[in-house]
């Protein structure tokens, strides 16, 4: 089962909210009226299609305007926000997809790629948008369904969906009026993802890349949502769950993870998942 996690009151305390206990599933969603919902993140990947609306994405200090549509790729631990203006109706496909699944069936490339290159968004044009459509539109039609073959018919429309999108990502491509991030954060969330069990003080944090830490503090927060102390942490117990559940001993989870202390590891862990970590050990 996999769950996402909400900011709970005390800040860094996460509160479950949803799971996904299938291989994937697909919803058909509606909204009107001004919505912000908070930062969090999943266990699971998200395809998000969006057919209309004003909303903003924001996902791992990147924000988003979409047009009809475009495709967000979320991947499992990527910190997002969205924030939703009421004065239009915002209507969407979201797909959940368990990691699994999508490493079983060899399709999660495209979700890799937007995680490395901090890109999510798809904006497809011509015969390849119109295959995106379909397949999508197919995918909806047969998850209404009751007819016989209806669960084969949905799957393989979600599967050739996938595929679609494999082929289509092109962050390299990407319209800049689609998008705002800061590009010393950018740069720096690239280097905490990459570095998790090395010095990633702020006081590092700020010789490295050379901008002040009242800048650095101030600027991080604002675009990613976080404190940097507060991200950096998410990270690493994120990346030691995954250890963790891949068969990793705890105590070498940790350690690689960039705690040196392991109580302040177990204690952090199970603030954050509700859970000691051998709760998610194979």
């Known amino acids: 089962m996999h769950y996402y996690y909400f900011e709970g009151a005390k800040g860094t305390e996460k509160v479950k909210r949803g799971y996904l206990n299938e291989e994937y599933h697909l919803f058909h969603i509606k909204d009107k009226k001004d919505i912000e919902v908070g930062y969090h ?36 631990d990527q910190i997002h926000s969205t924030i939703i203006d009421g004065s239009a109706v915002y209507d969407r496909i979201v797909i959940y997809l368990s990691p699994e699944f999508l490493k079983k069936e060899k399709v999660s490339e495209c979700f890799e790629r937007a995680d490395v290159r901090n890109f999510s968004l798809i904006r497809a044009e011509n015969e390849v948008r119109l295959n995106i459509m ?11 369904s009751s007819a016989f073959g209806a669960e084969v018919m949905e799957r393989t429309s979600v599967l050739q969906l996938l595929v679609e999108l494999n082929r289509a990502f092109a962050p390299e491509k990407a319209e800049k009026s689609a998008f705002k991030s800061d590009p010393v954060i950018e740069r720096i969330i690239h280097h905490i993802k990459e570095n998790l069990e090395k010095d990633l003080s702020c006081d590092n944090i700020c010789k490295t890349f050379f901008v002040s830490r009242s800048w650095l503090m101030h600027t991080f927060k604002n675009e990613t949502g976080y404190t ?19 068969g990793s001993p705890v105590s070498d989870a940790a350690l690689k993870c960039g705690f040196s202390d392991y109580s302040a590891f177990l204690k952090a862990f199970k603030k954050v998942f509700g859970a000691l970590p051998k709760s998610f050990a194979k």
């Open 41 to 76: 993140y999943h266990e699971f990947d998200k395809v998000i299609v969006f057919l209309s609306g004003k909303v903003t994405y924001i996902i791992e200090g990147k924000s988003y305007f979409l047009k009809p549509w475009d495709i967000l790729l979320v991947g499992h």
């Open 134 to 144: 379909k397949r999508v539109t197919e995918a909806e039609e047969a998850h209404d």
């Open 228 to 246: 940097l102390h507060g991200f950096v942490s998410q990270k690493r117990l994120m990346y030691a769950a995954e250890l963790i559940k891949e």
